[in-house]
């Protein structure tokens, strides 16, 4: 129980909570634990959208398939990120997407009755699940907003400048791979990876594997706002 009381104190759900404190709500409610192998499905839109995940190692991919055979990555989970948290207490029966894992990984879930209870022993922990859902919303309409815009240069802008506002820092750490990035804005890995040579070419940003560096955020907001003046 220590173990993974300490896991999950850096998890959101959680935040400010003491490890003693955690045990304590862990001890009042039933929950699972389960291990997954590399692409296995987590959590299917075929299931009943009930219980809700927290990745204790690894990450996963929120996918939105389409009859054509595409695949959409709408978010990218890792260690103390929540799953399918936005649809337990919605009124849609099924899960919205799709959860697999991109790697082995543990997660603990957890039955939408027994976080109630936990919200009646803690006021502060509904506190921290509806700003976690909020963010969640927040994530989802940046999908949107990237899968909205036509030129690929205009993506990685919308990408970038996202990324600089919400940690005001120049450098950006790609959470993935270019791989799954290219998956992520709906292109083709080699198109990504052009565009991105062009602006770094024109001083714009500089790269190196999954670190990007903005050199000029003004040029970056002149290619995302001037088709839409």
Known sequence: MYDLSNSLKKCSL????SIDEIQYLLSNIIYSIKSFSKNEIILSSNQIANTMGIILSGFADVQKFFPSGKVVIIARKEKNDLIAEPSIFSNTKYYPATISACEACRIIFIHKNELLKLFLMDEELMQNFLESVSNSMIILKNKIGILSLNSIQEKISYFLIDEYRRNNCNIVKLPFSKK??????NVSRPSLSRELRKLEMEGIISFDKNIIEIHDLERLEKILFQQHD
């Open 14 to 17: 959680f935040k400010n909570k």
């Open 180 to 185: 799954v990035w290219a998956e992520y804005m």
